[in-house]
């Protein structure tokens, strides 16, 4: 899939290996959820009300645009959570509910 | 910081709550831990500044008792409601310093949904905090200093800026020069930032009319109207757009602070003395948490606030510094005059929203919607207009539409925007995890 | 110079039940005034938990909720808009042996009101509902109560009452009523109305306007807690609520859960409230454990208001003990949402034929206002 971020600052963190709707992904050590999803992708949730996906929107825990579910069914927002190894999101699936 | 720096030296211990997990806001906002550095050369002339302030806490040692991600969800009589990571806590106080800062002011527009849509400020923080740019085909929108300021920090570091357009005419900038020389190095930064943009092809266009983003599932061009109304499209894969700050005054709101209408920034904001005093006696006010002010303001606004809340407990304060610091402010607030009127709200971009165009962006709200109710179901006040037609219902309560709403009100209500009122909050100011209650 | 007007029936407090009277009366051929000291449903009428519920009445609202019911499922169309009514069936969940007999118990006694409630253990629960937590000993299902949006009830009578030619006056705080040799005159800041008829139903309000016309009742600001949640996927399908009270909670199909449960914070003048940190917490926990699939949520928003409650939780509606020509109808005691329709029928008939199709005789306010009171029988279980 195409994706909306790209890397200015190589940190040559250490690799963090996470899941998107079960697909294997990685981002780096210090990167928060929405650069390691929006790096490899174009969204991060489906809006609720309308066919459409959103990808957050102010990237500082204000517009709570960037919630994502995770598969244990907790949500976090994407923009002030540091990704984590293991830490599976769901972006197109219900998840339990 | 500021203010926990001067009341630690005065010898009282503040406990400092911060949302994020390292201290600078987000103007001076730090990289997460995790990723292993500190402030970049991003920062510009600011890193100095950033320096500074991160160096404060480390300073201040055990005399502040700083505690990071710490979520201050509700302020009821003398005490907040905490969400920390054990769960909910409670904090009483018998003095409370707000010191909330801003996010963008925002407007909607045709396709600011779309993914790959970003505030300027959500823009730069991708920038500052992850060393990552929203998209290789940038396109800027603003109507304030941040326009030139991202536009010159994206293009230094190497991303393809194609456009870079201000909602405000040129001419209301040349009008304020006298008054925006009371900062001057403040502006001759601007000037600076202006000039760097321009040497490399990316001069802001100034006087912008209606913007539209083009895209089906992201951003893929930018459509806008010039200021004689030559419309112009470029391809892009990202925008960065917001018109200006707005306070985060919604703890404020919960303490009971009056609010009073600014009428030549269309805004409300919690009523605040020079000093740093509000309308109710142990909540005091500083920085961009109650009025926008920028950076430099809020570092004496924290200092000086904490001077009055010192005089307050009857404590001795040094009459040279607090003299020193209303001198600077009240230079600081003739160049901030001047600032907002070089930079005035872009009403022209209210007439242009659609009514097919989302307004609330949590709950899908049209303005069409929202239009209806103020003319034909007598939602003539925005928490009317909430009531009936969800807009500000959402997770954000308001932060990202309520202005907006506000301005489409009064349009079609045919009343003035003060009459129209504001969003009145209730606790948590932002979403907690019902499992809290458990913990 | 105060404005002066003639009508013939002032009613004071523009919540449902004052609005719909304002109707019922314009359709009578009435001319009317309303005064509300803000804007029109948004006092108890548009904060409640927006049950349509006649499922745990006292018996003596039963008859009234079983008139309004009906009126329920016609509304949109009489408002002209909609107010998402629907009738997802109001479940009352038992806890207990003790609870369960309870709820049978109960279930006898509507079924004498032609109120139909089914009465499942729990293997018909958990088939049906297998969302439920543990705990949960059976239930009591009234499949055509439901909900509404509480937010766009009241102002939608207000546009109605407005379109058949009803003055209401919005902002506008009744600041005296006093009977004049032919009527009632009724006062705010800048405005005088001269009328035959006077309704008090002004909520928390109404017990300083009964004082007015010396009947002074123990009316006392309740302050209902409530709580909702970000948007989840659907599946809460009923709405629910516990044996005894305490606890209330439902889904919207939008998505959000609404809870409630416990008081908030309302001050001395009963103007300001606030949901308590406590009560709300409290509320999330009693909800999680009836429905645990509500863990992942995010509460969004809490919010108070101020309701006004008699001691024995029912209302007072019906004639004035004092003075002629004057009705009451206030005193909801937290649960007037499913009534506002049909008690503005009821004060219309009042009104207009002297008397009302429903029994309104536990409702009279002479059980407070006269010196040896009536006993009531005791009343069947009450909650929320």
Redesign the interface.
């Known amino acids: 899939m195409a994706a909306l971020f790209h890397r200015l600052v190589d940190r040559r963190g250490e690799p963090v290996p996470f899941t998107i709707d079960g697909e294997p992904a990685s981002a780096q050590r210090g990167d928060l959820l929405i650069t390691a999803l929006l790096l490899q992708r174009t969204t991060l949730r489906r809006f609720e009300f309308g066919p459409a996906h959103r990808a957050g929107f102010c990237l500082m825990a204000a517009c709570q645009d960037c919630w994502v579910l995770l598969a244990d069914g907790r949500r976090v927002r994407a923009c002030s959570t540091v990704v984590e190894p293991g830490m599976a999101v769901l972006v197109e699936g219900d998840g339990p509910g | 910081m500021r203010a926990a720096e001067a009341l630690a030296r005065a010898g009282l211990k503040p406990i400092l709550f911060d949302e994020a997990e390292r201290p600078g806001g987000q103007i001076y906002r730090q990289p997460p831990t995790a990723a292993g550095h500190t402030a970049s050369t991003i920062y510009g002339f600011e890193a100095r500044k950033a320096e500074a302030v991160h160096r404060v806490l480390h300073d201040c040692g055990d005399r502040v008792d700083y505690r990071p991600k710490t979520l201050v969800w509700n302020l009821f009589g003398r005490r907040l409601d905490l969400l920390t990571g054990d769960g909910h806590a409670t904090q009483s106080f018998d003095r409370l310093i707000l010191a909330t800062g801003a996010m963008d002011r925002t407007l909607p527009f045709a396709g600011w949904t779309l993914p790959g849509v970003f505030t300027l400020g959500g823009a730069q923080i991708a920038l500052k905090a992850q060393g990552v740019a929203i998209g290789r085909r940038v396109a800027f929108v603003g109507a304030g200093p941040l326009l030139p300021l991202v536009t010159h920090q994206y293009a230094k570091a190497g991303v393809e800026v194609v456009a870079a357009l201000d909602a405000t005419p040129f001419s209301a900038k040349v009008a304020q020069v006298r008054g925006l020389l009371a900062a001057p190095s403040t502006f001759a930064k601007g000037l600076w930032y202006t000039a760097r943009n321009r040497v490399r092809g990316v001069g802001i266009r100034n006087g912008v009319r209606a913007l539209r983003v083009e895209g089906g599932e992201r951003v893929e061009a930018l459509v806008w109207r010039d200021a004689s109304g030559t419309e112009h499209r470029v391809e892009c894969d990202a925008v960065g757009a917001s018109f200006g700050l707005r306070a985060e005054a919604q703890l404020a709101d919960l303490a009971g602070c009056r609010f009073a209408f600014a009428a030549e920034l269309r805004q409300w904001m919690p009523e605040r003395t020079p000093e740093g005093r509000s309308s109710i006696p142990e909540v005091y006010l500083a920085g961009d948490g109650a009025r926008i002010g920028g950076a430099d303001v809020a570092e004496l606004q924290g200092a000086r606030t904490a001077l009055a809340l010192l005089e307050d407990l009857g404590r001795g304060v040094d009459r040279g510094a607090v003299a020193r610091l209303d001198r600077a402010l009240a230079r600081q607030a003739r160049f901030r005059h001047a600032l907002d009127a070089a930079y005035p709200f872009p009403r022209h971009l209210v007439d242009a929203i659609g009514d097919a165009e989302i307004v609330c962006r949590c709950e899908g709200i049209t303005a069409g919607t929202l239009r209806q109710a103020a003319r034909d179901r007598e939602a003539g006040e925005v928490n009317r207009a909430k009531a009936l037609t969800r807009v500000g219902m959402g997770r954000c309560q308001g932060r990202v539409c309520g202005e907006a709403a506000a301005e489409l009100v009064a349009q079609a209500s045919g009343r003035e925007l003060e009459r129209v009122g504001r969003l009145r909050g209730q606790p948590p100011v932002k979403p907690i995890p019902i499992v809290v209650a458990a913990q | 110079m105060s404005e002066q007007i003639k009508v013939d029936v002032t009613i004071v407090g523009g919540g449902i039940a004052g609005c719909a009277a304002a109707v019922a009366l314009r359709e009578a051929g009435m001319t009317v005034a309303l005064l509300d000291k803000g804007?029109c449903g948004?006092g108890a009428s548009?904060v409640n938990f927006g049950g349509v519920r006649q499922q745990g009445r006292d018996v003596a609202e039963l008859p009234l909720a079983r008139r309004a019911r009906p009126l329920w499922e016609r509304l949109n169309d009489r408002l002209g808009?909609d107010v998402e009514f629907h009738a997802s069936g109001h479940l009352k969940i038992a806890r207990s042996d003790t609870e369960m007999a309870e709820l049978e118990r109960y279930a006898a006694v509507a079924a004498e009101f032609g109120l139909h409630l089914q009465l499942l253990g729990t293997n018909a629960l958990r088939a049906e509902l297998p969302w439920l937590g543990e705990g949960v000993v059976g239930g009591s299902l009234c499949a055509e109560d439901g909900h509404a949006n509480p937010?766009?009830v009241g102002?939608a009578f207000?546009?109605l009452a407005r379109r058949l030619g009803a003055d209401l006056r919005e902002h506008t705080e009744a600041t005296s009523a006093a009977p004049t040799g032919t009527g009632f005159e009724t006062r705010s800041a800048e405005l005088a109305i001269d009328s035959r008829f006077l309704v008090n139903c002004a909520g928390v309000g109404a017990g300083r306007v009964a004082a007015w016309f010396g009947e002074d009742v123990p009316l006392t600001p309740q302050v209902p807690n409530m709580i909702v949640?970000?948007?989840?996927?659907f599946?809460i399908t009923r709405s629910i609520g516990v044996c005894g009270g305490g606890v209330y909670l439902r889904q919207i199909a939008?998505?959000n859960a609404i809870l409630g449960g416990g008081a908030g914070?309302g001050d001395a003048t009963a103007t300001r409230s606030?949901?308590?940190?406590e009560v709300?917490?409290?509320a999330?926990?009693k909800?999680?454990a009836i429905v645990p699939?509500?863990?992942?949520?995010?509460?969004?928003?809490?919010?108070a208001g101020i309701d006004g409650q008699m001691p024995d939780h029912i209302p007072v509606i019906g004639w004035s003990s004092t003075t002629p020509n004057l009705v009451h109808a206030f005193g909801f005691s937290g649960h007037g949402f499913q009534l506002g329709p049909v008690v503005g029928e009821i004060i219309a008939e009042l009104i207009v034929q002297g008397r009302s199709a429903s029994p309104l005789a536990p409702f009279a306010i002479e059980r407070f206002t006269t010196a040896s009171p009536v006993a009531r029988p005791i009343s069947v279980a009450i909650e929320e």
């Open positions: 804007l948004a548009g808009e937010r766009l102002p207000a546009r949640t970000e948007p989840l996927p599946f939008r998505g914070w606030r949901p308590l940190t709300s917490l409290a999330m926990t909800s999680l699939g509500l863990a992942g949520a995010h509460v969004i928003r809490t919010w």
